[in-house]
Each structure stands twice: as C-alpha cells, then as structure tokens.
C-alpha cells in the first residue's frame, strides 16, 4: 500500500483473502490490463455506439458515443498532466451524478491517478479529514459548490489549501494519447471510498484497476449483461454501487448506461422504458419509495427484466410487496466497498416460485450464492467454518477484494485477522438446490446504522447526545424503517438535573448534525443497558422503536 508499509504477517494474510483457492490474482480472470485499456479498445471496436446517456434534473437528455467518451476523457488526462497531477496521485470529486463526474474518473483511470469521491452530504468535519488522509493533490467541483467547498476547506482549526478545478473542463483540453508503455497497470491503484465506521472517522477502501473490472467482469456474467444491454444509474456515483455496477460493468460487457442526476419516483419507470433499459440498481429505499408513491407502469413498454437490489438492509416484506406490484424479479445480492461492490447475489434466471421463496421463507430474504469472483463462508469469532443455518461472520475472500484501509493498519489487522475479510456482518447459509451456499445477512456485528443504503456511526451520534445538558448518558439506536431500512432512534437517560423533551433533543441534534443523522425518535429510561465490560449494547434496545416502523419524519424542507 503506497507511502503505508505494512508487517510482513499482515501483508501475508491480505494477500491470502485477494486470493482464490487455486486461482492466485497472478491469474487473473480476464485479460484487460487497465480501464484505459478497455476504453480505448471500446472505442476502436464500436465508436459510433452510445456509451454513456445523462438526464439532468431539469429532463434535459445528452449522450455520447464511445469514441467520444473516450476523446474527452483523454482530453482530461492531457488536462491532469497539465495540472501538475502525476500518476499514483490522489484526485478527489467534490459533485454528483453529472456526466462530467464520470468522464474525470475515466480520466484518472486511464492516466493512472487515483480516483476519491466526497459525498456532498457528508459531514465537514469528515470531508477534511477525507481530504487530508487521502494525500488529495486537486478537487474537481461544481460552479454551484465552489464556495461550499472553499468554507468546508477554510473551517476548522487548520485550514486546507488544495487546488480546485471547476467542471465542465476547457473542452479544448484533447490529443493526449498514451503510449502502451504509459498505459497503468491491473495493480495501479484506481479509487479510495471512504466509509463509516463504528470509530468516529471514515476508513478509506483502496481497490486497485483489476479490483473495479475483475467485480464488474462478474456482476456482467452473472446479471446477462450482453454489449446489448442497456443499464441505469439512479444512486450516487461517489458510492462502489452506482461506479462499479453501473458504470464499469457496462464498459466490461461494451453495453450502455443511463445516468440520472438523481433517482425520481415519477421519472423512473417512464425513462427505463423510453431507454429500454433491461437492468438497474437500487437500494431498498428506492422500492419503498415507489411502492409509497404508488409509481404506475400502466402504458409502458418496459424491457425490464430484474432489479438488482443490495447496499441495505431488504425485508422480507418489502420484497414481496414490490415482486406482488410490479411483478419485476428482484436480484437481491450483498457486498461491500471493501470487496468492491457485489460479493454475492440471487441467480436471475431462477423460476418465480423459486425466487420467491428464497425471498421470503427463511425469515430474511436471501442473497444469493456467492460470485465465481470471490468465496464465501460463515466463520466463527476464531475464523472457523460454522454449519449451515448457524449464525456467524459473513467472510470474504477473492479477486475483488480490496488492497487494504489506506493508512489504517489497526483496521487492515482486524479486517484480515484470519486470512479472509472480515465484513462485521452476521449471516448464515442453506444449501441450494444444487448444494451451493445461499447466503443470508441477519444484522451487523460492527454496529453501524445503515439509511437508505449510506452507512452512518453511531458514534458521532453519540457524541453530540452525551454534550447535551440534563443527559446522564445518551446513545444512537438503528431501528427497523420500512422507507429506509433503518432510521436513527436515540436512547437517553437523563441526570434528574433539569426537564428534558425529545422535541428539545431533536432540535439541539439538527444544529450539529446533518437530517439524515439525527435521531428521528428520542425514548428515555432509567437504565442503559451495558455488557460486562461497560459497553452499550444498542441492540437490545431495538424494539423499543418497533413502533416508529412506518413513521414519515421530515426535515421541515419538505423531505
């Protein structure tokens, strides 16, 4: 891992989990040696066919050819030389879902710099330190966050001094080709996501070049996706789901994609039909949303053949209220941005009956067998094999998984303690009908609130929770949420000091945390609940938000 040597133990036991049984990354599975590499030949084989169609917020539609997409996106490779970026820097993407986004980390791949998405949602004070451990030598922003982004760099107690590039680029900016010795390697180092963890800062996933097309190699095989295929994009780029699975796996199969600005309930079904679209991705969110909206298909000449679904907690009864609506397969599959993207995911040519049950009849829907990309297994707290249908570790290992925690040795000896990647989730398998694992997720080990598909500490919760006067102890609560998965409950104790209300809890939260993180429901009692050891133990208090379930909560802006 660049600039972080680590001991030789532990680079043996990563090494072990990016490994297959009997198939060492030196034998990798497909024969593309870079991104670049796979655009370039995109370009030359099909130039005239669409790679990539945008729709803005306002329904305005683009689409550019692979032969453009691959012009400008050399364009930018010229313009990060220009800069002073060389290859192995850190270029960090401070915007959305904009065709712009996409074509500067195409630039970054085929220059071989590393790519680092910041979520404008996320919190400032995590966004500098983003920038500040990533070693980011430039941000590309929009016009419309420059001024955002330069308070984000200025506040605090050290400010930053980064250079800022404004997107659109000078379109000028073309001509720069790579010669094959200039060309990155399957190792060269491709894009850093930061993720929440039960610590307060993000740990940064850094994946390689083979990482992003070994996972979206398979994720193509295992969901038919053909160079006749058309995807779509609704979730957010900056997240592995919305880069790898609609974004690279396309240019592995040398199909199309659609990229939406932002996911709409009343833009959704219309456009995957006027595209015919045969693939997309969701989170569970997006089908309670469409199913609260009562979204209709009436009229429409959909090509849809599945959804796929992952990146949150799915219900057994939120599956079966879509499948019984829209009568659309839904592929549920699970990963992680540590394992790139997908690890493992429900066979889409299963018959309906038999989907359904894998769905529904075991307590939590399943998901799936793992991919041939990597293995699979429910191990116990000593990283032995547990039986089928006892509860243990979800473990990985495999082609897709990823480099290690940038600069966090702590973490990568955890993660990797036993040779394979320890996900902090909890789950068990059956057998399937051919004796293969089906895999299930039941709840998390490490205790993060996972809302609408984006991870939240509960950590940072807490903090602000405990700073609150009359609170003798205060703690964040992830519960049950039929629109998003989980929503973010807070359990007090107060001293007896002074009256305490939830109103006023609530209120003092929002003026240090974003909406999304606030407690949405505050419950108090006499007694928290502590292990042996004096730790929390959040899950016990779980139901007592059971409740709240079905609740709306708004941040007064109309969301």
Same mark, same amino acid.
């Given at each position: 891992?660049?600039?972080?040597?680590?001991?030789?133990? /532990?680079?043996?036991?990563?090494?072990?989990?990016?490994?297959?049984?009997?198939?060492?990354?030196?034998?990798?599975?497909?024969?593309?040696?870079?991104?670049?590499?796979?655009?370039?030949?995109?370009?030359?084989?099909?130039?005239?066919?669409?790679?990539?169609?945008?729709?803005?917020?306002?329904?305005?539609?683009?689409?550019?050819?692979?032969?453009?997409?691959?012009?400008?996106?050399?364009?930018?490779?010229? $313009?990060?030389?220009?800069?002073?970026?060389?290859?192995? #820097?850190?270029?960090?993407?401070?915007?959305?879902?904009?065709?712009?986004?996409?074509?500067?980390?195409?630039?970054?791949?085929?220059?071989?710099?590393?790519?680092?998405?910041?979520?404008?949602?996320?919190?400032?004070?995590?966004?500098?330190?983003?920038?500040?451990?990533?070693?980011?030598?430039?941000?590309?922003?929009? @016009?419309?966050? $420059?001024?955002? $982004?330069?308070?984000?760099?200025?506040?605090?107690?050290?400010?930053?001094?980064? %250079?800022?590039?404004?997107?659109?680029?000078?379109?000028?900016?073309?001509?720069?080709?790579?010669?094959?010795?200039?060309?990155?390697? @399957? #190792?060269?180092?491709?894009?850093?996501?930061?993720?929440?963890?039960?610590?307060?800062?993000?740990? +940064?996933?850094?994946?390689?070049?083979?990482?992003?097309?070994?996972?979206?190699?398979?994720?193509?095989?295992?969901?038919?996706?053909?160079?006749?295929?058309?995807?779509?994009?609704?979730?957010?780029?900056?997240?592995?789901?919305?880069?790898?699975?609609?974004?690279?796996? !396309?240019?592995?199969?040398?199909?199309?994609?659609?990229?939406?600005?932002?996911?709409?309930?009343?833009?959704?079904? @219309?456009?995957?039909?006027?595209?015919?679209?045969?693939?997309?991705?969701?989170?569970?969110?997006? /089908?309670?949303?469409?199913?609260?909206? #009562?979204?209709?298909?009436?009229?429409?000449? $959909?090509?849809?053949?599945?959804?796929?679904?992952?990146?949150? @907690?799915?219900?057994?009864?939120?599956?079966?209220?879509?499948? =019984?609506?829209?009568?659309? !397969?839904?592929?549920?599959?699970?990963?992680?941005?540590?394992?790139?993207?997908?690890?493992?995911?429900?066979?889409?040519?299963?018959?309906?009956?038999?989907?359904?049950?894998?769905?529904?009849?075991? +307590?939590?829907?399943?998901?799936?067998? *793992?991919?041939?990309?990597?293995? =699979?297994?429910?191990?116990?707290?000593?990283?032995?094999?547990?039986?089928?249908?006892?509860?243990?570790?979800?473990?990985?290992?495999?082609?897709?998984?990823?480099?290690?925690?940038?600069?966090?040795? %702590?973490?990568?000896?955890?993660?990797?303690?036993?040779?394979?990647?320890?996900?902090?989730?909890?789950?068990?398998?059956?057998? +399937? %009908?051919?004796?293969? %694992?089906?895999?299930?997720?039941?709840?998390?080990?490490?205790?993060?609130?996972?809302?609408?598909?984006?991870?939240?500490?509960?950590?940072?919760?807490?903090?602000?929770?405990?700073?609150?006067?009359?609170?003798? *102890?205060?703690?964040?609560?992830?519960?049950?949420?039929?629109?998003?998965?989980?929503?973010?409950?807070?359990?007090?104790?107060?001293?007896?000091?002074?009256?305490?209300?939830?109103?006023?809890?609530?209120?003092?939260?929002?003026?240090?945390?974003?909406?999304?993180?606030?407690?949405?429901?505050?419950?108090?009692?006499?007694?928290?609940?502590?292990?042996?050891?004096?730790?929390?133990?959040?899950?016990?208090?779980?139901?007592?938000?059971?409740?709240?379930?079905?609740?709306?909560?708004?941040?007064?802006?109309?969301?």
């Amino acid at each position: 891992m660049s600039n972080s040597p680590l001991p030789p133990d /532990l680079i043996d036991r990563i090494a072990h989990a990016r490994d297959l049984t009997g198939r060492p990354r030196s034998e990798p599975l497909l024969p593309y040696r870079s991104v670049g590499e796979l655009l370039s030949r995109r370009a030359a084989e099909t130039p005239s066919k669409a790679f990539m169609i945008w729709y803005n917020r306002d329904g305005t539609r683009g689409e550019l050819t692979y032969h453009d997409f691959h012009r400008r996106v050399i364009g930018r490779a010229t $313009l990060l030389a220009r800069l002073g970026i060389r290859p192995g #820097d850190r270029v960090a993407t401070y915007s959305g879902n904009f065709p712009e986004t996409a074509l500067i980390y195409f630039a970054c791949w085929a220059y071989g710099a590393t790519v680092v998405p910041l979520s404008v949602s996320e919190d400032e004070a995590h966004l500098r330190y983003i920038i500040r451990n990533s070693e980011a030598k430039s941000i590309f922003t929009r @016009p419309e966050l $420059l001024d955002k $982004l330069r308070s984000i760099l200025s506040g605090g107690d050290d400010p930053i001094s980064i %250079p800022l590039q404004v997107e659109p680029v000078d379109e000028s900016a073309e001509g720069y080709f790579p010669n094959d010795a200039d060309l990155p390697f @399957p #190792d060269t180092e491709a894009l850093i996501v930061y993720t929440s963890g039960t610590t307060g800062n993000p740990k +940064g996933v850094l994946l390689d070049q083979y990482n992003l097309l070994v996972d979206g190699f398979a994720l193509a095989s295992h969901h038919r996706i053909t160079s006749n295929t058309r995807m779509m994009c609704v979730l957010p780029i900056h997240h592995v789901n919305g880069t790898i699975v609609t974004m690279v796996t !396309p240019l592995v199969a040398g199909s199309s994609f659609v990229l939406n600005e932002r996911f709409s309930v009343h833009h959704f079904f @219309p456009r995957l039909a006027a595209e015919g679209v045969e693939v997309v991705s969701v989170v569970p969110t997006l /089908l309670a949303f469409l199913l609260e909206a #009562d979204a209709s298909t009436d009229g429409l000449d $959909l090509k849809l053949h599945h959804i796929i679904c992952g990146a949150g @907690p799915l219900t057994v009864d939120l599956a079966m209220r879509f499948e =019984m609506r829209y009568h659309i !397969p839904i592929a549920h599959g699970y990963g992680l941005s540590e394992t790139t993207c997908y690890s493992c995911c429900l066979p889409v040519d299963l018959p309906t009956t038999d989907r359904r049950l894998w769905l529904s009849q075991h +307590g939590y829907p399943a998901i799936g067998p *793992a991919l041939p990309v990597n293995e =699979m297994a429910i191990h116990d707290p000593d990283g032995k094999p547990i039986r089928p249908g006892e509860r243990g570790e979800i473990v990985i290992r495999g082609h897709n998984v990823m480099i290690g925690y940038y600069h966090n040795e %702590p973490a990568n000896r955890s993660a990797f303690e036993h040779g394979w990647f320890r996900s902090g989730d909890e789950g068990f398998f059956l057998p +399937g %009908p051919d004796g293969e %694992p089906y895999y299930f997720i039941t709840g998390r080990l490490k205790e993060l609130i996972i809302r609408g598909g984006v991870n939240i500490s509960p950590l940072e919760i807490d903090e602000v929770l405990m700073a609150l006067p009359g609170v003798r *102890a205060g703690i964040a609560v992830g519960f049950e949420h039929d629109l998003y998965g989980e929503e973010v409950g807070a359990y007090v104790q107060p001293d007896g000091g002074q009256a305490l209300t939830a109103e006023a809890i609530i209120a003092a939260c929002r003026q240090a945390l974003p909406f999304a993180k606030c407690p949405k429901v505050v419950i108090f009692g006499d007694q928290m609940p502590v292990t042996s050891t004096g730790k929390y133990q959040r899950n016990k208090l779980r139901p007592l938000f059971a409740e709240y379930r079905t609740g709306r909560f708004s941040d007064g802006k109309g969301r």
